[in-house]
């Protein structure tokens, strides 16, 4: 089955320690994308990638670090930067293509900092 | 600047029609998407308009006025599984960035 996997479900950290969050997309989907979604606001972009081995920050990227080394894989780590890390994390993939480009989620990571 | 604009909450009655608008200003205006989302659940794709015009999917149906900053999505036939959150997003320019409104949750009341 084609999709999108982002795991843990759900995840607890101390403060203070950096986490890693993992998404996965088989769509064969160049672009990529991670959005932070708190209670009552909207999705939140905080970096994306057009490509392999480039990304770009988006609207909120301050405390956050990602890497794309293969066209699948797209690891968001929280670090010990982030004031408020404790959110709903979603991964999300494209084509690329400019006329369409419709955005898939995957099923996205809790992440609770204690 | 960007600002998407959508009502907080509604509710509506089971086998009702429901009408939910979403206004925007942004830059570089390259469509608007509409995305539903159950609580604690990944958004799924609903719509997507470029085009001033209704477009319908089923029981789904997006408007889009471009002049106005304008979009709606109308749901007929209300189910109790239609209570969820609808997100509209507007997408800026090329690069498949989208911005998204805080979204609407509807409640479906038997």
């Known amino acids: 089955d084609g999709g999108i996997t982002q795991s843990p479900k759900y995840l607890f950290r101390k403060e203070g320690q950096n986490v890693t969050l993992s998404c996965e997309q088989n769509l064969n989907h160049d672009a990529m994308y991670w959005y932070r979604q708190d209670p009552g606001q909207g999705l939140r972009l905080i970096y994306y990638?057009?490509?392999?081995?480039?990304?770009q920050k988006g609207d909120i990227a301050e405390g956050y670090s990602v890497s794309r080394e293969k066209k699948e894989s797209f690891p968001l780590t929280v670090t010990s930067a982030q004031k408020n890390p404790t959110a709903f994390y979603l991964c999300a993939s494209s084509t690329g293509r400019i006329s369409t480009d419709t955005q898939y989620f995957g099923p996205g990571t809790r992440l609770t900092v204690l | 600047g960007q600002n998407i604009d959508q009502p907080t909450e509604m509710t509506a009655t089971e086998g009702a029609i429901v009408q939910i608008n979403c206004t925007y200003q942004t830059s570089g205006f390259n469509g608007l998407f509409w995305y539903q989302q159950h609580a604690g659940e990944a958004p799924t794709f609903l719509s997507y308009?470029?085009?001033?015009g209704l477009e319908e999917k089923g029981r789904f149906s997006s408007f889009l006025s471009r002049s106005k900053g304008y979009s709606y999505l109308l749901l007929k036939e209300l189910q109790m599984k239609d209570s969820a959150s609808y997100l509209c997003?507007?997408?800026?320019?090329?690069?498949?960035?989208?911005?998204f409104g805080q979204g609407t949750t509807l409640q479906v009341k038997p």
């Open positions: 308009n470029v085009l001033d």
């Open positions: 997003a507007v997408k800026r320019g090329n690069t498949g960035k989208l911005i």
């Open positions: 990638s057009q490509i392999v081995n480039d990304f």
